[in-house]
């Protein structure tokens, strides 16, 4: 099993910045891709940011491209979300997750061990 929790939320200005960590317990994270997931009030999960098993590559959807860097720390078993230039339309909870296998993925379903969320309010 492995438990991952969220840390970092917040409420912000537009424009601010927000570093968001996921710490995971029970099991190591080297070797798995790892990604970050929002989900507003009222609308589906999406996905935001994933980062493969040795951080060699990372991904990001176009909404956050340019404005957020996920990176990992497999010694700290750790996972960072760095977001940056916020905007309204950021705000939402946010979700780190540990994928199935080590390759970019972005659908939910290939991620079987999700943190409990952290709450991210930007103002406008």
């Known amino acids: 099993q492995v438990q991952l929790v969220e840390s970092g939320g917040g409420l912000v200005q537009a424009g601010g910045s927000l570093r968001l960590s996921c710490a995971a317990s029970g099991r190591n994270l080297g070797g798995y891709a790892m990604g970050w997931f929002r989900q507003a009030q009222g609308k589906e999960r999406e996905f935001i940011a994933t980062?493969?098993?040795?951080?060699?590559?990372?991904y990001y959807a176009d909404s956050v491209k340019g404005r957020f860097t996920i990176s990992r720390d497999n010694a700290k078993n750790t996972v960072s979300l760095q977001m940056n230039s916020l905007k309204p339309e950021d705000t939402a909870v946010y979700y780190c997750?540990?994928?199935?296998?080590?390759?970019?993925?972005?659908?939910?379903?290939?991620?079987?061990?999700w943190g409990q969320g952290t709450q991210v309010t930007v103002s406008s």
């Open positions: 980062i493969t098993g040795y951080g060699g590559v990372t």
């Open positions: 997750a540990r994928c199935r296998g080590a390759d970019v993925r972005t659908s939910p379903s290939d991620y079987n061990y």
